[in-house]
């Protein structure tokens, strides 16, 4: 049998970053950036002031106290966006706005709220022409150097970022209103099996709702992918074959990436596995996990790489979450692709089969457990930390269900907060265990 990384390493040779696309802005977030984005100015441009109030050398108002003001001519008005450069000369003052161009000739900003007018509290008027200082500032107070932010030329995203609000901003701040993106990838999700319905639909004795073909699409529209959703197909190898076949032409449309559910095991009617025998791209083969064990792998003709999950829910929620969401994200052009895994430790006790890796859904073994939130936001979310750790910081988990990985247990999968990773070598696992998790 193959080993659990051995597999995984196997699928994600199969991924490489897609071709990438010039975008609008909005429309790159989510994606991952194919250029590194330099600023061809300065960040800030240009000095510029960091408050309302009035531009001054600082030298003129240095001897001001509240009961001795020092008076300045008013020589402009500059809101921000005003292209004005009046020389602000000894004695002068301009009244400024926040993020107005900072006059030559002042080297300090005085907040209004530091100074009076002829017309205190009423509008600025011109023709008072004057404003008085009532507290001293330092040289270069509430003035925003040009290139505080960033130099011209300087590197402000990295090719490789996930794009996010902040990628957005930062990009329409130098200037960019499209950026160069790797396209997202597109995957169609094939279940099969003779006793799967469409959900919804009635029920005789012997058939059941497909889920696992709407699992697999919402795991893979949530692993950033655009998604065609197909099936159940019918237990019928050689028109499963020409619908993969098709897929893989581009015959739906082009795709980028085909995950099947279901008919890769022992079983007379295994669809998948004879739909693809003689693919000489597709190997099935046993994977030293549980669940998830019997897994198909390869690429069709046309070059489209195929993952073939177990039928059984658990095995395929499993399998899409270690072997094809770190292939999808590596499509994506991202270069870290795995769940980071965290030191957790055991509050339950379960044995593991033997010579097998073991994924077991597991909850937080804390009163917050029930609440939906994730171990990750355990500091922030109001719960006390202490309840759920350890002495050591780690957090307590224990299996999501009493009846644990059983590879059936569909309905219950969703109170599953993450997956422990139990080596195969382990046999037991006890209360006080040291566990891997990782919070899906
Ligand atoms: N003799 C053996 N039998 C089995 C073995 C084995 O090694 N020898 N392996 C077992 C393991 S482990 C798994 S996992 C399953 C995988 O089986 P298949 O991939 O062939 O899946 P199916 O037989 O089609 O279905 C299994 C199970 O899951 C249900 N199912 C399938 N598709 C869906 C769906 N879209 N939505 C909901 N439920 C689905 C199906 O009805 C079956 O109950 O094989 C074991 N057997
Ligand atoms: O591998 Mo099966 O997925 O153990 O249930």
Not at 141 to 150: N, Q, S, T
């Amino acid at each position: 049998m193959r080993g659990l990384d051995e597999h995984r390493a196997a699928t994600l040779a199969l991924a490489t970053p897609l071709p990438t696309v010039e975008v609008h802005l909005l429309d790159a977030l989510g994606l991952v950036l194919a250029e590194d984005v330099a600023t061809p100015e300065a960040l800030p441009r240009w000095d510029n002031s960091a408050m309302d109030g009035y531009a001054v050398r600082a030298a003129d108002v240095a001897a001001a106290r509240p009961d001795a003001p020092v008076r300045l001519r008013v020589v402009a008005d500059l809101a921000a966006g005003s292209d004005d450069e009046p020389e602000v000369t000894p004695g002068a003052a301009a009244r400024i706005m926040t993020g107005a161009p900072v006059p030559p000739g002042a080297d300090a900003v005085v907040p209004v709220e530091l100074t009076a007018t002829a017309v205190t509290g009423g509008a600025w008027e011109p023709d008072e022409g004057a404003v008085l200082v009532r507290e001293p500032v330092a040289t270069g107070a509430h003035v925003r150097c040009a290139g505080d932010d960033a130099a011209a030329g300087d590197t402000v995203l990295r090719a490789g970022a996930l794009v996010g609000p902040a990628h957005v901003a930062a990009a329409a701040s130098v200037g960019r209103s499209t950026l160069v993106v790797h396209r997202r990838p597109r995957v169609a999700v094939v279940s099969t099996g003779d006793e799967l319905v469409p959900p919804g639909e009635p029920l005789r004795r012997g058939q059941i709702p497909d889920s696992n073909s709407w699992l697999l699409a919402a795991a893979a529209r949530e692993a950033g992918a655009d998604v065609l959703r197909l099936g159940p197909e019918r237990d019928d190898p050689a028109a499963l074959h020409r619908l993969l076949r098709a897929l893989d032409a581009g015959e739906h449309g082009a795709v980028d990436a085909i995950v099947t559910s279901g008919g890769v095991s022992a079983g007379a009617y295994d669809v998948v596995k004879a739909a693809l025998a003689d693919e000489p791209g597709v190997a099935f083969v046993p994977v030293a996990v549980q669940p998830g064990k019997p897994q198909g792998l390869g690429r069709l003709p046309g070059g489209t790489p195929v993952w073939t999950l177990p039928g059984n829910p658990v095995s395929s929620a499993t399998s899409f979450e270690v072997f094809v969401r770190p292939a999808l994200l590596r499509m994506r052009g991202l270069v870290d692709v795995e769940r980071p895994r965290v030191p957790a430790v055991a509050a339950d006790s379960w044995s593991t089969p033997v010579g097998r890796a073991q994924l077991m859904p597991v909850v937080r073994a804390d009163p917050g457990a029930d609440s939906g939130t994730r171990p990750g936001a355990l500091a922030s979310d109001g719960a006390d930390p202490a309840a759920a750790r350890s002495g050591d910081g780690r957090v307590a988990v224990r299996r999501a269900t009493p009846r644990g990985s059983g590879s059936h247990l569909v309905a219950r999968l969703a109170v599953a907060q993450g997956l422990a990773v139990i080596p195969a070598g382990v046999e037991q696992v006890r209360p006080g265990d040291s566990l891997e998790v990782f919070w899906t």
